[in-house]
């Protein structure tokens, strides 16, 4: 049984940083392609960064140059590196697996293109 759970989310200030932790339970990150994708109120849930293979990313334009995506195989946790955070990022985000490659742009995803989600970890950025 696959879990992925989320961790690290918070309130901080404009300009301010963050890292969110996903750990993976049966499941090995790095293996094939996983992401974070976040879903602010009233909006739909976008893809925010992806990774595949432990080794190539993508990003979202609105968070190219200040987030990074990241693994650790030793703890078999995903990361994502938040930096220069502005109210816009305000969003519940999610850490996404699935049991295939990688095969487009992190926009372009679905939820149905992923296999495996967690339950969210909120972030929260004031102006």
């Known amino acids: 049984q696959v879990q992925l759970v989320e961790s690290g989310g918070g309130s901080v200030q404009s300009g301010g940083s963050l890292r969110l932790s996903c750990a993976a339970s049966?499941?090995?990150?790095?293996?094939?392609?996983m992401g974070w994708f976040r879903q602010a109120s009233g909006k739909e849930r976008e893809g925010v960064a992806v990774i595949d293979s432990g080794r190539f990313t993508n990003y979202a334009d609105s968070v190219k140059g200040r987030f990074t995506i990241s693994q650790d195989t030793a703890k078999n946790t995903q990361y994502l590196q938040m930096n220069s955070l502005k109210p816009e990022d305000t969003a519940m985000y999610f850490c996404?697996?699935?049991?295939?490659?990688?095969?487009?742009?992190?926009?372009?995803?679905?939820?149905?293109?992923?296999?495996?989600w967690g339950q969210g970890t909120q972030v929260t950025v004031s102006s």
């Open positions: 996404a697996a699935r049991d295939f490659g990688c095969y487009t742009g992190v926009h372009r995803y679905r939820d149905r293109d992923f296999n495996y």
């Open positions: 049966g499941y090995t990150v790095s293996r094939y392609c």
